[in-house]
T-cell receptor, first 112, second 112 residues
Framework: DQQVKQNSPSLSVQEGRISILNCDYT??????FLWYKKYPAEGPTFLIS?????DKNEDGRFTVFLNKSAKHLSLHIVPSQPGDSAVYFC???????????FGPGTSLSVIP | NAGVTQTPKFQVLKTGQSMTLQCAQD?????MYWYRQDPGMGLRLIYY???????DKGEVPNGYNVSRLNKREFSLRLESAAPSQTSVYFC???????????FGSGTQLSVL
């Protein structure tokens, strides 16, 4: 059973608009969450993270929101740029076990 | 500054053959991970090692073995390769339980 879900396999957004990528998790013991970006033929690269004691974290154009009661997090990219076109993975961590579980990913296309 | 190095980058095996995927890091990180990436499945955790001398199963450990040789190296072994193990394999490292993961560039494995 998938512990981290990204229910939208793909998303298409116009350049300059907001991209919103969603992620849901089932394990209430997860207490640290990360977003990764992946280009073809490369390893994933870290984008932004959030601890369960926060509900928002911002880094430039990227903001992650966490709703613990709903076990839901989202990544907002504003404004979206063509270079943001990539696969985005949500990941959740249970720090006591040091295990990091990834979701299936969402492929974002930003149209110029 | 190599970071996380995976070898080989590409490999073709016949069913039943064995091989070892190598991962080495020069970041002095404690934790190391092996993931496989398959279309529609995202990154699935195979095994991880929270520190030198310890290893734990992830989501999909069957058919694999690992060895944390020292702090720098974490190898993944396929004893008898099967076509279902055709995938892209990624090694990752992290300093600690609340730190981001750094990924290698991946090994593309085909089992015929």
């Amino acid at each position: 059973d998938q512990q981290v879900k990204q229910n939208s396999p793909s998303l298409s957004v116009q350049e300059g608009r907001i991209s919103i990528l969603n992620c849901d998790y089932t394990n209430s013991m997860f207490d640290y969450f990360l977003w990764y970006k992946k280009y073809p033929a490369e390893g994933p690269t870290f984008l932004i993270s959030i601890s369960s004691i926060k509900d928002k974290n911002e880094d430039g154009r990227f903001t992650v929101f966490l709703n613990k009661s709903a076990k839901h997090l989202s990544l907002h990219i504003v404004p979206s740029q063509p270079g943001d076109s990539a696969v985005y993975f949500c990941a959740s961590r249970e720090t006591s076990y040091d295990k990091v579980i990834f979701g299936p990913g969402t492929s974002l296309s930003v149209i110029p | 500054n190599a970071g996380v190095t995976q070898t080989p980058k590409f490999q073709v095996l016949k069913t039943g053959q064995s091989m070892t995927l190598q991962c080495a890091q020069d970041m002095n990180h404690n934790s190391m991970y092996w993931y496989r990436q398959d279309p529609g499945m995202g990154l699935r955790l195979i095994y991880y090692s929270a520190s030198e001398g310890t290893t734990d199963k992830g989501e999909v450990p069957n058919g694999y073995n690992v060895s944390r040789l020292n702090k720098r190296e974490f190898s993944l072994r396929l004893e008898s390769a099967a076509p279902s193990q055709t995938s892209v394999y990624f090694c990752a490292t992290a300093q600690g339980s609340r730190e981001k993961l750094f990924f290698g560039s991946g090994t593309q494995l085909s089992v015929l």
